[in-house]
């Protein structure tokens, strides 16, 4: 479900927003750390991307709930912020 979310958040077809960017740039971190999550062996690489992307995904709650205090609105208002 994360992935539809981040599809929507990294689309550039809006003007930009610095909560949005921000939004955009959590999205792209989060996705490349589960990309090395994917390929690491080592248990404490593995940790490290664990607490990364738990690290990220406090970011990005905190952005989206910024983003409502604001009433920012974007036309994937209903990807964003129904989790």
Not at 24 to 37: I, K, L
Not at 48 to 77: D, F, N, P, V, W
């Amino acid at each position: 479900m994360q992935q539809v979310f981040r599809k929507y958040v990294l689309r550039q077809d809006e003007p930009p927003h610095p909560t949005i960017e921000a939004i955009r740039e959590v999205c792209a971190r989060m996705e490349c750390v589960e990309s090395q999550f994917a390929q690491e062996v080592d248990p404490d690489l593995i940790e490290g991307c664990i607490y990364e992307m738990e690290s990220l995904r406090a970011r990005y709650r905190y952005l989206l709930r910024t983003a409502r205090e604001q009433q920012i609105r974007c036309h994937e208002k209903k990807h964003l912020w129904n989790e």
